[in-house]
């Protein structure tokens, strides 16, 4: 199948030919006619399969057919979780709509940089709006923007996009949006608490490759490597002198962690970047593009990194601590084995995080085999505190904002 094949327009389909694109994937090619068509979407696929493509060529198309005189009110909003990704998506259909003999204004607004020259940006307005929830009610609220206008609303990384640390500021943007639109909801994994929630969004959508369950890139090796936790960063540097890898990607629970760790690397002689989110947007944006030039061999982030960001050509990533949803495992995993490339994943076992990545292999419906390197053998038995009674399972405490919306609900009752 042809991109021509899924009804493009022809200058939709040079932008493609300059960018080296071939083939649709197995997602653009079920999504982009059902979008051209008007149609509401919940569409599930791996990581780096091209999602983007498969929700933005259509809203291009669809926005081109009848471009703006004059004033230019959004179009589309396409939500993201953050700030790199609305960056990443922004540049991606500026590339898609390159050929159009329309120019169209496509913008991307986030926090954690000043909010007037993004006001500036917007005067005018913009075709298509690529935006984090919180800064943009905070443009709405300055009247820098207008949402009556949208005809195409796609939350991007649907499943964290429809959480809880999303609800009220999702709530309030749904609010200001017209009752009569196409809405998209695009994701790797789609647990079922989130289904349920599609329905109230949604009106008699079309459901691709829905999976309830996490699933994992079937080009991606994993690996579980039992550890202690305190000979955890010397095994991350043997494996990096001896994999050789070009680039890899550890991800950590903490930004103190992700400072230690990289600060460590560093020592060692090892070129290591910290990625979190106490950074100001300008060093967050430095590290990110300095890793995907490899100025830097090692990337040490947080769940920041692990959400659509897309580094090509990544050999490896190392969970060094666990995360705590079972379902961001896919995720984090799914930044290596991008566009049909091959990947290695790597976790590390310790004795704390034994009962969580047991848990993790639950709900990804697969079983890795153990493994340990000479010379960082883990301990047979466990640190003498781990005998304390458990409290929960790492992943299923409440977090402090659940606590907090239950108390609200509780004193509204």
Not at 108 to 120: D, E, L, R, Y
Not at 158 to 187: C, H, N, V, Y
Not at 318 to 347: C, F, K, M, Q, W
């Amino acid at each position: 199948m042809s991109f021509a094949s899924l009804g493009l327009s022809e200058h939709l389909l040079s932008s493609l030919d300059q960018l080296g694109y071939q083939t649709p994937t197995p997602i653009q090619q079920k999504a982009v006619p059902v979008v051209l068509q008007g149609r509401d979407v919940v569409a599930a696929a791996q990581t780096g399969s091209g999602k983007t493509a498969g929700f933005g060529l259509p809203i291009l198309q669809r926005i081109s057919q009848q471009p703006a005189k004059g004033y230019r009110p959004v179009r589309a909003l396409v939500l993201v979780p953050t700030r790199e990704l609305a960056a990443q998506v922004a540049e991606a259909l500026n590339h898609y709509a390159a050929q159009l003999p329309e120019r169209l204004k496509i913008e991307a607004v986030f926090g954690g940089v000043s909010i007037n020259p993004q006001m500036m940006a917007l005067r005018g307005g913009c075709d298509v709006l690529v935006a984090t929830p919180g800064r943009l009610l905070d443009l709405l609220e300055n009247n820098a923007t207008d949402l009556r206008g949208v005809d195409s609303l796609v939350l991007d990384e649907a499943d964290r996009m429809l959480d809880l640390g999303f609800a009220d500021e999702l709530g309030w943007i749904l609010e200001e949006l017209p009752a009569k639109r196409q809405t998209l909801l695009f994701s790797a994994t789609f647990p079922e608490a989130v289904l349920k929630l599609t329905e109230q969004l949604l009106d008699n959508p079309v459901h691709i490759e829905v999976k309830t369950e996490s699933t994992v890139a079937e080009l991606v090796e994993q690996r579980a490597i039992e550890v202690d936790r305190t000979n955890r960063t010397m095994l991350l540097r043997h494996l990096i002198d001896q994999e050789n890898w070009s680039r890899v990607l550890v991800f950590v629970a903490s930004r103190r962690g992700a400072n230690n760790v990289a600060m460590k690397l560093a020592k060692y002689g090892i070129r290591a970047v910290a990625l979190h989110g106490e950074l100001t947007q300008d060093a967050r944006t430095k590290a990110l593009a300095e890793f995907k030039k490899k100025k830097f061999q090692v990337l040490v982030a947080t769940d920041l990194a692990s959400r659509g960001i897309d580094i090509a050509q990544l050999p490896c990533v190392v969970n060094y601590d666990l995360p705590r949803s079972p379902a961001d495992y896919v995720h984090r995993i799914g930044r290596t084995a991008r566009a049909g490339e091959s990947g290695l994943a790597i976790s590390f076992i310790d004795h704390e995080s034994d009962a969580h990545f047991k848990l993790i292999e639950k709900r990804s419906r697969q079983t890795l085999s153990r493994e340990q390197i000479a010379g960082f053998e883990r301990s047979p038995e466990p640190p003498a505190e781990l005998e304390k009674p458990k409290g929960p399972v790492k992943g299923k405490r409440k977090s402090k904002k659940d606590k907090l919306r239950e108390a609200a609900a509780r004193q509204q009752k």
